[in-house]
């Protein structure tokens, strides 16, 4: 059963190009309350696979995204994310060191992101980052946990119970730069996905963002 769960999730990640968003574009520092960002993507420039086992095909050259970011108090910052007939995810994050602490930025991240028409699932994890002269190198981590079916193409008992070993056992982590340019800032990021489905699979993404902040 295991086997098969396995390959059913390789297929859904061969077919899907991943099947949870492993990008984030941002450092360990949130935006200052009432302060907003905009934000447009382009996920999935380069897509591989570190085995040559697993076949990625791509539908398209890359996979779009747009964003929307605002601070909150006490260095909370929530933003909605959208790809195009994919997923709509939700964000919220908490900076957890002073802004007066030089040393490094470190943000606590909870997505909820759910793939249209399918399922839904969490994503938790950190970012740090380092500001030096505005540029931001930042490494991320994150786990994934499946929420619920979103219809009845996938509400089957079955379908469900390999969704949820599909996303569960999905682990990221992620290397990337903040570089400025003006009031905006560009971050190309790279991501490793680790499948975890016992056959030492793992998915390789590469994209850029591109943000600009306003109300600065």
Do not use: W
Not at 6 to 26: M, Q
Request: neutral net charge; contains cysteine.
């Amino acid at each position: 059963m295991k086997s098969i769960i396995g390959a059913f999730g390789i297929t859904l990640l061969v077919i899907n190009n991943g099947c949870v968003n492993t990008s984030n574009f941002y450092s360990g520092r949130t935006l200052e309350e009432n302060k907003y960002s905009l934000a447009i993507a382009a996920d999935d420039l380069i897509l591989t696979s570190k085995d040559n086992s697993i076949t990625v095909s791509k539908s398209q050259p890359f996979t779009p995204s747009v964003a929307f970011a605002y601070g909150l108090p006490y260095r909370f910052e929530s933003s909605i994310r959208y790809i195009p007939t994919r997923f709509i995810d939700f964000n919220l994050r908490d900076q957890i060191n002073p802004r007066s602490f030089d040393f490094f930025d470190c943000s606590l991240n909870l997505d909820y992101a759910t793939l249209v028409n399918n399922y839904s699932y969490l994503k938790y994890g950190a970012t740090v980052s380092k500001s030096i002269h505005d540029f931001e190198p930042y490494v991320n981590y994150s786990e994934y946990k499946f929420i619920n079916a979103n219809s009845a193409d996938v509400s089957d008992r079955f379908i469900v119970g390999i969704g949820q070993e599909i996303v569960n056992r999905n682990r990221s982590l992620g290397f990337g730069i903040g570089i400025p340019l003006r009031k905006a800032k560009i971050y190309p990021e790279i991501n490793y996905q680790d499948i975890g489905n016992g056959f030492n699979k793992a998915i390789v993404h590469f994209g850029i963002g591109f943000r600009v902040y306003g109300n600065q």
